[in-house]
């Protein structure tokens, strides 16, 4: 029988280890990108159940090597430009491991004091970082934690804003009324979902109509639909504006969609989920014009700061309400530190009580990159972006389907939607990129989002040369 690893058998097998995922990442570019194994591969080639004696770590990696990572969709790989970027990095992985060799449970301040207040000075630090509001810091009534997603964000904001709508009843009555949500037509999947787990169901949400140009929501839609439902008896709770949408990165237009909050008193929200890590860029924070408008904003850092997943940097103008809205206290956490009101429990400002110690992996790598790496980065992936976007317009045969403000690109064939699947679809399977497809105006669109710490003009330069053969095959048909 294995016994608990000591110490000094844990450095033997943390080194073996780190060398697996150092020796994985520099050999990632001779990878395919997606495995073209059927579904249930790696289920068939694991055995039926758990060994009876233990094993060592080197057995372990020889399987992880031969049977785990050839069935993986390699994320880090230089040319995954598919969805947008979940990138990783050196020092995001070593916060990570601290986070699990310390394995302390951050719910309150007295569970671990320091787990809270590093990530409230995180928080405060990100806020500087992106030039956000100041009600947004922690010396206000706002401040900011650490979601694991902007789909949970979106959640704990929809609830604070029921329990404001509501003047509080919800939070003892639950949804008494109808209530009612508004996002554009490309909004967030999560959205939907936050209002149906909220009790308003799919049919609570407000669908707004976005400008056939920009692809971004338009003020007056949504002052319509606000009129419509309240002339109806709904009360309108949530606006959720959008920076950087997921189908083409469109920006909301906030100064306007956040005066009509204001007047009428609803609850906004700015999902930034990808496009918020712009704006550590002076030249990009035009962005984020009207963020002040914000009663609560979130974006991820894992998605394209370098800092793994799971990680969204999630703030509210006034906590309060927030807290309200989520705190239950039980006899078991009552604490003299609590009662004293002079520290911050995070438990109360999301959904599960227990949490990790997440600002860790965010303090390794604000401290390695610094400010001025960490711009680097998005200015590369911007530069990469608009290097792909000029292949394309330069080639009569292709067009570019929106506009491409940050890293992604959204493009197709001058031809019919089945032609661009059949494009995409050879593109991938060539195992060299991996590319996803939206519809904009109806029509099926490729995107390619550029975001891996490794990907370099030459993968780009790669991705084009594959689709251009792709499509002198298809056109030639």
């Not at 329990?163 to 999560?190: F, I, L, N, P, Q």
């Amino acid at each position: 029988m294995a016994e608990h690893m000591d110490p000094e058998e844990f450095r033997r097998a943390g080194y073996a280890v780190v060398d697996w995922i150092a020796d994985y990442w520099s050999t990632l570019g001779q990878r395919p990108v997606v495995s073209s194994d059927p579904p249930g591969a790696l289920a068939a080639a694991l055995p039926a159940g758990p060994p009876v004696d233990g094993e060592a770590i080197d057995a372990v990696l020889a399987d992880l090597d031969a049977l785990v990572a050839p069935r993986l969709t390699h994320w880090q790989h230089p040319g995954f430009f598919g969805y947008f970027p979940a990138n990783t990095s050196g020092p995001s992985v070593l916060g990570d491991l601290v986070s699990s060799g310390l394995g302390v449970q951050g719910m309150l301040w007295a569970t671990s004091p320091a787990c809270t207040e590093l990530e409230t000075v995180m928080m405060d630090w990100l806020a500087g970082l992106l030039d956000l509001p100041r009600r947004f810091r922690s010396d206000t009534r706002g401040g900011g934690v650490i979601q694991d997603s902007a789909s949970s964000a979106t959640l704990v904001a929809t609830l604070a804003a029921l329990h404001r709508a509501g003047g509080g009843r919800w939070r003892e009555v639950g949804v008494d009324r109808r209530y009612r949500a508004y996002t554009s037509t490309h909004g967030h999947s999560s959205i939907e979902k936050a209002a149906r787990i909220a009790g308003l169901g799919a049919d609570g949400v407000r669908a707004v109509e976005v400008d056939p140009v920009s692809q971004a929501m338009r003020p007056d839609a949504l002052r319509a639909a606000i009129e419509a439902d309240r002339a109806a008896g709904d009360v309108p709770a949530i606006v959720v504006a959008t920076v950087g949408t997921t189908s083409t990165t469109a920006v909301d237009p906030l100064p306007e969609i956040g005066a009509i909050c204001a007047e009428y008193g609803i609850w906004l929200h700015v999902d930034a989920a990808y496009a918020g890590a712009a704006a550590v860029c002076p030249e990009l924070r035009w962005s984020h014009a009207g963020v002040e408008f914000a009663d609560s904003y979130c974006f991820d850092p894992h998605k394209w700061l370098l800092t793994g997943f799971d990680c969204d940097a999630f703030w509210v103008a006034d906590r309060g309400e927030l807290v309200e809205a989520l705190t239950v206290m039980p006899e078991f956490l009552r604490n003299a530190a609590t009662e004293s009101g002079a520290v911050l429990d995070y438990r109360d400002w999301q959904v599960p009580l227990g949490r990790r110690f997440r600002a860790l992996k965010l303090w390794f790598v604000l401290r390695w990159y610094g400010v001025e790496g960490l711009r680097a980065h998005v200015r590369r992936g911007v530069a990469l972006a608009a290097r792909f976007a000029e292949r394309v317009r330069a080639d009569d045969r292709f067009e570019l389907a929106a506009a491409h403000p940050f890293s992604l690109v959204c493009f197709r064939l001058r031809a019919g939607d089945e032609v661009n699947a059949e494009l995409l679809a050879r593109v991938n399977g060539t195992g060299r990129v991996h590319l996803t497809h939206t519809r904009v105006a109806g029509r099926f669109t490729l995107r390619l989002a550029v975001g891996s710490p490794q990907t370099a003009e030459a993968h780009v330069d790669e991705a084009w040369a594959l689709l251009r053969t792709a499509a002198d095959d298809l056109l030639a048909t």
